[in-house]
């Protein structure tokens, strides 16, 4: 059974008001929780001689920054850093590679 109610000089059906209410709550809260786009940091240009070691360059700057933020982590929690928890990212390669105890040598 449908109620019509009388909206602007028109008869609308109770079911048309449901499903423009539907439509209007699900539409808003998909268009509040898309997001806006991230926008890309700023890097400075790539002065390569050739094609392939651009691509080498964009390649790798990635993975050492994660290389270099996971070393970060890993000396503030103590890893490998004896009983000293707070260690630079340089100490604790210098520790990794052996470059203290080739000095003694």
Known sequence: MVVYYQIAG????????AMSVLGALFGGVGLATRGGGQPKPATPPIQASSK???TFIQYVSPLRQMDISAIKYYARSG???????????RDFLKQV???EKKKDH
Not at 79 to 89: D, E, R
């Open 10 to 17: 028109k008869q609308v059906g109770s079911h048309v008001l």
């Open 52 to 54: 392939d070691e651009e």
């Open 79 to 89: 890893w490998g850093a004896g009983t000293q928890a707070n260690v630079s990212h």
């Open 97 to 99: 590679n052996g470059d």
